[in-house]
């Protein structure tokens, strides 16, 4: 099982609350190894009133929060009845699993944040090995060359038609060796 984003519904303007009891939930029941990130996505908007600069959060999807997370029964459980959550999106009810978050999707929102898919604990570097998992170049095995977080992109050397050839790639279309 992998860990996958989903969206999850919320009361508009609790969205801050969910995730800090959903994030305590998490904690006191033992599930940090399933729920992971717990993000309301916002974004920071100047605002000029009256000549006077302003800097104002605003939330870019108002009544939703993303939870990175593997999808146990448990864990599903525990999200579904944390109090503020109306649901997933994604999943038809009757008890069938929401579908997670493509990764493009998740990236885009993310990097709209200025943060990353990858936590901290998966740290890439030039010299490690990867796994291309994605793409035109899925299946082959390369050495990154450089790495701009930034832009949720890497430069990996590969071996193609024997020789070293350095191809651009997403943060998503790798998996560390």
Do not use: C
């Amino acid at each position: 099982m992998e860990k996958l984003w989903y969206v999850v519904n919320t009361y508009s303007g609790h969205e801050s609350k969910v995730k800090e009891k959903l994030e305590m939930r998490a904690e006191s029941m033992g599930f940090q190894d399933y729920i992971f990130r717990v993000i309301v996505p916002e974004t920071t908007e100047v605002e000029i009133k009256d000549g006077v600069k302003k800097e104002k959060t605003k939330k870019m999807f108002p009544g939703y929060i993303l939870v990175e997370m593997i999808m146990s029964d448990e864990a599903w459980y525990i999200v579904r009845n944390t109090p503020g959550v109306t649901g997933f999106i994604g999943s038809s009810g009757k008890g069938a699993k929401p579908t997670p978050l493509l990764p493009q999707e998740i990236d885009r929102i993310l990097a709209n944040m200025g943060m990353s898919r990858l936590d901290a604990d998966v740290k890439l570097e030039k010299g490690d090995k990867v796994n291309i998992i994605d793409g035109p170049f899925k299946g082959m095995e390369g050495t990154i060359d450089t790495v701009d977080l930034e832009n949720n992109r890497l430069n990996v050397l590969i071996d193609l038609f024997g020789q070293e050839t350095p191809v651009e790639v997403e943060l998503f279309q790798v998996s560390k060796i």
